[in-house]
């Protein structure tokens, strides 16, 4: 996938500041940004998934032993 080139606005400090952390990472501004960006969405769909999740739920619910059973006995 080709990478599109887009400007976003920073205060010098926040700019600063955002540069520093990235390079304690040992990455670029930009991919840092772009990182935290994508990471946020992931986030936000990850949260909407368990919404939609919840609001299917009947109610069943086993233990982590139960479950570790039966994926023994679907073995």
Not at 10 to 35: M, P, T
Not at 42 to 48: G, L, T
């Amino acid at each position: 996938m080709a990478m599109k080139a887009i400007a976003i606005r920073f205060e010098e400090e926040e700019k600063d500041w955002i540069q520093s952390y990235a390079s304690v990472l040992g990455i670029s501004f930009s991919e840092f940004v772009r990182s935290a960006a994508l990471e946020r969405v992931e986030q936000a769909a990850d949260i909407e998934a368990y919404n939609e999740a919840l609001m299917e739920d009947d109610n069943t619910h086993y233990s982590m032993i139960d479950v570790m059973h039966m994926a023994m006995e679907a073995e």
